[in-house]
């Protein structure tokens, strides 16, 4: 899964970025600091990968990882190509979610692009160029679908679609808060834009805000009317963190009353947004994690490992991995009854430790 990090110049997204992924993007004063994006693959915390590995006595452990892409500050006007709008635009349109960043600190020494902080009219700022961008792109859409309808009355459905989506953008709404049936939301997946894509606000505070400040109580309430995901975190203070040891951490970390680093929460939030899960496989070779959608049935997730599980997919044994710690073994768990023999209908749940059987 991909996201992009996106936002104003200088609200600390490339901050942000270094810090979840240790990538080194480059973060500096001074608007379009970014303008080819960066990408980081970050491996997913998850301390469940460890105890499982060390019941198999595994000689590797993979985890399952996220993509993130920094994409370069957004300016009003973007849409119409200000700053470097349309390149960034089209980056924007490869990504499966969005993490908007919004500057919740004040700092004379790091300018704001519209002289003072303001996450409401930040936030909207972006929102409307991504808006601009989709109207353009519809209108496109829309005289390539009434050209058609002149050929074949069957696109009239096309047509009236694309007429709604259309509306519910010009009275400033993103297209992932338009309520419709699911049919017609695949319609709009179809049409790869900006605004249908899920979000995830994070509220970029200083070290004295990590509690909470007026600024971010404000980016709360905005994604709370959105349905959108939100976290409160001080991209600087997660930048430095990534500079410590262990143990060191885990203290720093107390002394601000933090239980999880920014990228745990930020790698939480992204996968109930996107409605994500992992299942575990482990053995001697190897335990590791697989990322599939919620609602996945078991030969679609055994696919995952190799087009040939699908394929030939038998069946899957599966224990949960909480019974299969306290039993001890996948052997033990066995003869007490606790594996279960899942057919071709199972839909997987997260904590799934699986034996897939195939035939191929």
Known sequence: MKLGVVG???????????AITKAGAQAANYPFCTIEPNVGVVAVPDARLEKLAALYDSKKITPTSLEFVDIAGLVKGASRGEGLGNKFLSHIREVDAIVHVVRCFDDENITHVDGSVNPERDIETINL????????TLERRMAKAVTML???????EDVDRLTKMQKWLEDGKPLRNLDVDEEFKKFIEEQFLLTSKPVIYVANTDEAGIAGNDYSKEVERIAKSEGAGVIVLCAKLEEDLTEL???EREMFMAEYGLEESGLDRLVKASY???GLISYLTAGEKETRAWTIKKGTKAPEAAGKIHSDFERGFIRAEIVDYATLLECGSFNVAKEKGKVRSEG??????????VLFRINV
Do not use: H, R
Not at 8 to 18: A, D, E, H, I, R
Not at 129 to 136: M, T
Not at 344 to 353: A, G, P, S, W
């Open 272 to 274: 109930d947004l996107l």
């Open 245 to 247: 040891a262990d143990d």
């Open 8 to 18: 104003l110049p200088n609200v600390g997204k490339s901050t942000l970025f270094n």
């Open 150 to 156: 002149k050929a074949d009355k069957k696109y009239q």
């Open 344 to 353: 071709k209908d199972y839909v997987m749940q997260d904590n799934d430790v």
């Open 129 to 136: 160029e991504l808006i601009f961008a989709d109207l353009e």
